[in-house]
């Protein structure tokens, strides 16, 4: 069961990252997105069967996350964009944010591969230029689960070239996402709970 206040619950369980003042502006600007995300994290374990879950399609973990936000009004949302120049016009497509609500996009890498991050960082960073997102959330592992997963007989599987935190910190620090805020969630062993 979650705290009694899920924000001070997020603030001690989830490695965080605040980009450009992510935070304040949910809170300011988006409040309504702000609950729910921090709603959804605040109800999310990590449990030893969805590490223990075979690779394939969408995780779990993922979507319990997805599944949370979906519930309450997210949606997986694509955008027609386009570039004109003079009566040249081409499409220049972006990637669907998987959970988009109000100006604000959230993804979730569980176990992709690394370069995952470069295309949200990107799409945000796009989005954001042309006035479609106001802020970017992601939601990644931290390093340390790798003990976890290497005591479960699972580590190859979430191996070095996998999404995690110390694979996109170096992005995030680098200005990857431009001038995008981006507010960054790791999932600690703190939320591990054995099933």
Known sequence: MPED??????REQ??????????????????HEWSDIVTVLSEFRLHRSHVLQPGGSKSLVAGALDGGLIQRGWVCRSFATRIRVDDQEHDAPTHAVDCFKNGVGLEVEWNNKDPFFDRDFNNFRLLFELRALSVGVIVTRCDELQVIFNTLGRGTSYG?????????LPRL??????GCPILVLGISKKLYVED
């Open 173 to 178: 620090h680098g200005g990857s996402g431009g």
């Open 5 to 10: 206040d899920p924000l001070t619950f997020v």
């Open 160 to 168: 070095n070239s996998t999404t995690h935190m110390s694979k996109l």
């Open 14 to 31: 989830y490695e965080i990252h605040d980009w450009r003042h992510a935070i304040a502006i949910l809170a300011t600007d988006f409040p």
